[in-house]
């Protein structure tokens, strides 16, 4: 088909041959001689190769004009290209800038931004985390050498109102299923060791039955703090009585107790005048008049005390007589016994000092002390020291695997459930509104951590 401004028929407009199409080819894209405004060149040989390959030549490097400083028009386009400035070639400058040249590349600045995040969790792993523990390692290890164990080995007096250490009926200790066969239930008993309860009878019992107690084979301990604070504190002495429950005195007993001494303790009358019997002296006038000097004489001792000691006389009044004997057959410690993987068992309510005998530990600290300090190994009950329970872990690593021990506490709510190797804590605070926890330990010595929450959200406030 003819084309319309054609003079030939049959052949494109654009088929026609064009003189400057190659007259270029010869030189580099970036060669200043590639511009014909500036630089015309002469036309190909009529015996050049029609391939484009064959065209590529080295001549650029050859010619000088390329290289001349002193071409104005080179040095007009490209200033600074080939051109030794400050002392530095070209060559030079190429090795000094070519990482920032990479960054051009989209790969590239993700590979940068990716070693930058890694350097940044290197050093914020090794501040917050690989740091502190070297340096509390450190520690640890300075202490356990310069130990001297001096604290406990000052006797103590004995006190006759308080029982310092028992050990447990070995009956009560958990038993593997018999290889034997027979039903489980008949062949395995455990033990089920409760946190602070505080009162809170209802969750006790909720507690108990989502961690399945069989009362008769399984075993109950409590860590102490079992009244005060919570809505029946005589309800759940008569559960712990009805199920036949081990406990430790904690140091909300403690108070009670004392004060319930204090308010059946016998006073002496001061040696007044006798004055001479009446004939119609009676028996009866003289008790009556005696359980009115007793009610005045507390009368009075409560106006002297602090709310603390009130409260706690309040709630000693609201105990029967049984229910006071039970909590005062309550040790400070209880020495458990050997238990697969947990070696020799305790339980106390605040904590223990490694390496004090527990008939030499102090009684005060073992219901009551928070931390440690590590120069003297002395424990208190504020939280300025060291964690004891962090003492008493790195404690048992040190020593030989036989000697090693596991204690089971409570009394700190603030911390909460804290479960460590060798050290169990179970107040996680319900009568403040959290949960009420238990150690479920088996036979075989695996362990199971079950809890409930608080039946009353934010928990109970204002109770005795």
Not at 2 to 26: F, L, M, V, W
Not at 362 to 386: C, I, K, W
């Amino acid at each position: 088909m003819a084309h319309p401004g054609n003079s030939r028929e049959g052949t494109h407009i654009y088929d026609k041959p064009r003189d400057y199409d190659h007259q270029y080819d010869h030189l580099p894209f970036f060669s200043s001689a590639a511009y014909p405004s500036r630089h015309p060149s002469p036309q190909p040989s009529a015996n050049q190769s029609g391939h484009l390959i064959d065209r590529v030549t080295n001549k650029w490097k050859e010619s000088s004009s390329l290289h001349d400083d002193s071409s104005s028009s080179y040095n007009d386009d490209y200033p600074d290209y080939y051109r030794e400035k400050d002392g530095l070639s070209w060559e030079d400058t190429k090795d000094l800038i070519w990482p920032l040249s990479m960054l051009r590349y989209r790969r590239a600045r993700r590979i940068m931004l990716i070693y930058i995040l890694l350097l940044a969790s290197v050093y914020v792993w090794w501040k917050w985390y690989l740091r502190p523990g070297w340096e509390e390692t450190k520690v640890l290890e300075q202490s356990f050498r310069n130990r001297t164990d001096d604290w406990g080995r000052n006797s103590r007096p004995d006190f006759a109102d308080m029982v310092q250490v028992k050990t447990l009926d070995e009956r009560f200790l958990p038993r593997p299923t018999d290889p034997k066969g027979g039903p489980k239930d008949k062949q395995q008993n455990r033990l089920v060791i409760v946190g602070d309860v505080h009162g809170c009878k209802e969750e006790l019992l909720a507690l108990l039955d989502k961690a399945k107690f069989r009362a008769g084979n399984d075993h109950l301990i409590l860590t102490g703090d079992t009244i005060a604070k919570g809505p029946d504190s005589p309800g759940t002495v008569d559960v712990a009585r009805k199920l036949g429950a081990s406990c430790v005195r904690g140091n909300h007993e403690d108070r009670m107790l004392l004060a319930y001494n204090a308010m059946h303790s016998h006073h002496l009358s001061l040696p007044l005048h006798e004055e001479p019997e009446s004939p119609n002296h009676n028996d009866d006038d003289d008790s009556a008049a005696a359980d009115t000097l007793a009610r005045d004489r507390d009368a009075i001792d409560e106006e002297s005390m602090t709310h603390s000691d009130f409260v706690a006389r309040r709630l000693a009044r609201s105990f029967t007589r049984p229910q006071i004997a039970y909590l005062k057959s309550c040790p400070v410690i209880l020495r458990v016994g050997l238990i697969p993987t947990m070696g020799s068992v305790a339980v106390v309510h605040a904590g223990l000092v490694p390496g004090v005998p527990l008939e030499r530990m102090d009684p005060f600290q073992a219901m009551n002390m928070r931390t440690v300090d590590l120069g003297t190994h002395v424990p208190s009950e504020d939280r300025r020291g060291y964690p004891w329970e962090r003492w008493w872990n790195f404690y048992q690593k040190k020593v030989p695997a036989d000697k090693r021990s596991t204690v089971v506490y409570g009394h700190d709510s603030k911390r909460g459930l804290n479960i460590k190797r060798w050290s169990k804590g179970l107040d996680s605070g319900c009568v403040n509104g959290g949960r009420l926890t238990a150690l479920v330990i088996r036979g075989d010595g695996r362990q199971e951590v079950v809890s409930v929450k608080c039946r009353k959200q934010g928990g109970y406030k204002g109770k005795a």
